[in-house]
């Protein structure tokens, strides 16, 4: 680690350092080893090592007997350690995101939280050799750019990953000697999260074609980490000359100049433009920067041309400008075919029990069903006839007269759909998993592939989990609610004309 840190830079010569730790292996590995090389005693004589954990609310008492263990190795290493604590069900709840993502959110929000009170410069994050393998495997998935193929970086901003030459084999070796324990997350063998079916199923098939796999893509990421870095230099100077305005609110381009650009230097500008406003989280993917490309591209004398972006942004092309703009959060966006269109309220959906959904002429009704008991519906086998009912979905108009009656009904496994449940409308950003996908994808990508007009999307009702969009009413359900032959509940949801 020691030459991993000073090869890449990872320590500041003095002050406050942030260790996150969760109690497994890898964060304990990283705890352990800092402290030998922080304070007075090691090779950074003038670095202060400070532990933080965060307890997302997720495991109850198993979560918080964690937060102590970890809050007394620290103790024993002599170093003070902060413990936080997060609602992320509630939050990917609110946010309607997956659990995964609105836990790493809350982590990364608390662990800056603790750097910005102990005026630390520097966050350590234990990240692997084996977390890089896999992140590059499912950014090549995802249809990652470049940047995402290079895979995670040393060093990214506050974020510092000393433990990237070392593999988990090699953190449990060092608990092991040290006659730690770590602390078990068994969400971490649920094969429902995408990281888990590549950790334990597509990786070992793919080493058997390949033995040295991992070492083949940390080499390619490598190479390819150096052309990003070169290129993301010359969007770095294109930046310092077509940034004309740039507030915390929008930033604004010389459309003219950055249409003029190489194609990877003007992407990179655009990806650099979009996270000022995001405050670095990743918006953009390569299908939106295709529509801003396009978006540049037309007549210099169309105004007010509006394209719509995740993460709330808006890019407006004015004249020979390109502005990228946040949109106001709650409210309305505009729709060029079909103007203003209020964001939906989400509503409470009783189980058992239905809830009204304004402006869509449709009420939604909720049941759960116990096949053990003979409850559900007669012919209902399990999971056959859910994969019956989803395969004969069709993209269809919003009238009870042209969806089809298998259209109307889903049966979902309820301990995956989860409680409680909410209804409300499309809004932008909405992503879901569609039945028989191993990723998500847009709300707005499936409309345009399913051929659902544009007047007909914000009036389909969408029911939402705890975590994630579960189904798109009178469409298609959500993979991760599918029904299995591990099922033991199922819900019933069915759509009525209001």
């Known amino acids: 680690m020691r030459a991993a840190v000073e090869r890449d830079d990872l320590l500041p010569a003095a002050g406050a350092v942030i260790a996150a730790v969760s109690g497994g292996a890898d964060s304990l590995c990283l705890l352990g080893a800092l402290a030998a090389l922080c304070g007075p005693d090691g090779r950074w004589p003038r670095v202060e090592l400070v532990a933080a954990h965060l307890d997302h609310g997720l495991r109850g008492d198993v979560a918080r007997a964690e937060g102590a263990y970890v809050a007394e190795r620290a103790a024993d290493l002599g170093l003070r350690c902060h ?6 069900a509630e939050r990917a709840r609110r946010e309607h995101r997956s659990v995964e993502d609105a836990a790493r959110r809350a982590r990364y929000a608390f662990l800056r939280e603790v750097a910005r009170a102990e005026g630390a410069a520097r966050i350590c994050v234990g990240h692997t050799r084996d977390d890089q393998v896999e992140t590059l495997v499912l950014h090549w998935l995802r249809g990652s750019a470049l940047a995402g193929l290079a895979g995670m970086r040393p060093l990214a901003g506050d974020l510092a990953r000393p433990l990237l030459d070392l593999t988990h084999a090699d953190a449990l070796a060092y608990c092991a000697a040290r006659g730690w324990t770590p602390c078990e997350d068994p969400s971490n063998q649920d094969r429902r999260y995408l990281r888990n079916r590549v950790r334990h199923d597509l990786l070992p098939l793919l080493r058997t074609y390949n033995p040295r796999l991992d070492d083949t893509l940390l080499r390619n990421a490598r190479a390819l980490a150096a052309d990003e870095a070169y290129l993301a230099a010359a969007a770095d100077r294109a930046w310092a000359v077509l940034a004309t305005v740039v507030t915390d609110d929008a930033v604004t381009l010389d459309g003219a100049a950055l249409a003029a650009l190489p194609g990877p230097q003007r992407r990179r500008v ?10 670095g989280e990743p918006a953009l993917e390569a299908r939106h920067l295709a529509l801003l490309e396009d978006l540049l591209a037309r007549p210099a004398d169309i105004r007010e041309r509006a394209l719509h972006l995740p993460m709330g ?11 990228l703009r946040r949109r106001p959060v709650g409210g309305e966006r505009e729709d060029e075919a079909t103007g203003p269109v209020s964001r939906g309220e989400a509503r409470t959906l009783p189980v058992p029990g239905s809830v009204v959904v304004p402006g869509t002429g449709w009420r939604v009704r909720a049941e759960v069903l116990d096949p053990a008991a003979g409850s559900a519906p007669p012919g209902l086998e399990l999971p056959e006839s859910h994969v019956q009912e989803t395969e004969r979905l069709r993209p269809a108009r919003g009238t009870a007269e042209a969806l089809g009656r298998a259209s109307l009904r889903a049966y979902l496994d309820a301990d995956a759909a989860g409680t409680p449940l909410t209804v409300r409308t499309w809004h932008p950003g909405d992503r879901f998993r569609p039945f028989g996908m191993t990723s998500e ?13 544009r007047a007909e999307r914000g009036r389909i009702p969408l029911v939402f989990g705890p975590s994630h969009l579960v189904w798109v009413g009178g469409h298609r359900p959500d993979d991760r609610a599918a029904i299995t032959p591990a099922t033991r509940r199922v819900l019933a949801l069915r759509l009525e004309p209001n």
């Open 313 to 323: 942004l808006l890019a407006i092309r004015e004249g020979d400008r390109l502005a």
């Open 270 to 279: 655009l990806v650099r433009a979009a996270a000022r406003l995001t405050g």
């Open 441 to 453: 994808k847009k709300l707005q990508d499936y409309f345009v592939d399913a051929k659902v007009p």
């Open 83 to 88: 413990l936080g604590a997060r609602d992320v």
